[in-house]
């Protein structure tokens, strides 16, 4: 299937193997990315709460673009945070024809127009969704057998309900469960796994955020999983890239590995941890999971 | 940075749009920036999605048209008519 793909600023910049990994998997599930590189950033809220219109008209010029790619039949991101935002600002655009008309006027100078309806999702929704667990699990080659996952939803992805679609007939708060199982891992539920990373007070109050992430990832080393699971880049920032100051503020030794969704798909989709770039995590997975007795042993 | 977690550029700079997106993207800003009072769409006040069916769409983000006229909030709180006779479009659209 071919997709406008979205891979939002952090999985450029801070999260580089989280985008490289993306387009490694793509292919090995038949899914043509074409990346919207004219789009500019969704303000991940931010600039929503500063001007409201403002963001609305940036991401309505994004699905614009996103329309405009030939058959591609939705448009799909790799960032919890952006389908968070754009979620949002969806819902006004395609709540009011006359709040469409407004913002369309500002885009006509460019010939865009976003016209209600655009299918947006995130990775993991796709993956659900479109592709289908039980395609997902006969492309598996590798499964994740004996690999102790937990999954971390974060915010954006599972809030507010309605605004992000999750219902009986869709219960995408569970996706990464299924998703874990799938993949022939074993899910690890733990207190934190749907609750805020602490990204979004980091720079208001660094220690009540550390405090958030530390506690997360201390409840997921105490069920005992092996590593844990996000298809958010912003969580992975706080849980990984800040771990070791987390570590200072709850006391205790973590050592938690947090690993891309794409990540995780694409190990057990037949991938080495080396191609998806977990050398450059904080925590290496590498290091703290022996993969020549989990999911390496059981390819050989 | 050592282990190329990040990419200083992209990070500090962001990603780098073609010259005639910059431009278009920074016409809207000064757009939207330079208007005397903000136009704001509040769902809760047009109460749009409470009352009318989900279209079968396209879209998941599941909101619907309202059938009244739409309404824009301005930076002061006061609610104003963004337009007239806004006859929203039908489910299923």
């Known amino acids: 299937m071919k997709v406008a793909y979205w891979p939002g600023c952090v999985s450029r910049g801070f999260t580089p193997e989280l985008h490289g990994s993306m387009a490694k998997v793509a292919p090995l599930l038949d899914i043509e990315l074409v990346e919207l590189d004219r789009a500019c950033c969704t303000g991940a809220g931010v600039i929503a709460e500063h001007n409201q219109e403002l963001a609305d008209t940036l991401n309505a010029r994004t699905f614009a673009l996103a329309q405009e790619v030939e058959d591609a039949e939705l448009m799909m991101n790799i960032c919890s945070t952006c389908q968070g935002a754009q979620s949002e600002c969806q819902e006004r655009l395609d709540a009011s024809a006359s709040y469409r008309e407004h913002i369309n006027q500002t885009l006509a100078g460019e010939g865009l127009s976003y016209e209600r309806g655009l299918t947006n999702k995130n990775f993991l929704w796709l993956l659900v969704e479109e592709i289908g667990l039980a395609e997902l699990r006969s492309r598996v080659v590798r499964p994740l057998a004996g690999l102790r996952v937990g999954p971390f939803y974060g915010c954006y992805i599972v809030r507010p309900r309605k605004r992000l679609g999750i219902d009986e007939a869709h219960p995408r708060d569970e996706y990464l469960h299924r998703v874990i199982e799938a993949l022939g891992g074993t899910v690890i539920e733990y207190a934190g796994m749907r609750k805020c990373c602490g990204f979004p007070i980091i720079t208001m109050n660094k220690e009540a955020s550390l405090k958030q992430a530390g506690r997360h990832l201390g409840d997921a080393l105490d069920a005992e999983a092996d590593c844990l699971v996000t298809p958010c880049p912003l969580c992975h920032l706080n849980l990984d890239l800040q771990q070791p100051l987390a570590e200072d503020v709850v006391g205790r030794e973590l050592q938690m590995p947090v690993l891309h969704l794409p990540q995780l798909v694409g190990l057990a989709l037949g991938l080495e941890p080396k191609e998806l770039g977990m050398g450059r995590h904080i925590v290496r997975p590498t290091s703290v999971i022996d993969w020549s007795t989990s999911v390496v042993g059981a390819a050989a | ?93």
């Not at chain 2, 005639?20 to 757009?31: C, F, H, N, P, T």
């Not at chain 2, 309202?66 to 309404?71: D, L, Q, R, T, Y």
């Open chain 2, 1 to 93: 940075m050592l282990r190329g977690k990040l990419n200083p550029k992209i990070a500090l700079f962001g990603h780098k749009l073609p010259k005639r997106d910059l431009d278009a993207v920074r016409a809207i800003y000064e757009k939207v920036e330079g208007r005397e009072s903000r136009y704001e769409l509040n769902l809760y006040v047009t109460g749009s999605d409470e009352d009318t069916e989900t279209p079968e769409p396209k879209s998941e983000a599941g909101a619907t048209d309202e059938a009244g006229a739409a309404s824009a909030q301005g930076a002061n709180g006061a609610t104003v008519p963004i337009a007239s006779g806004g006859a929203e479009e039908s489910a299923g659209s």
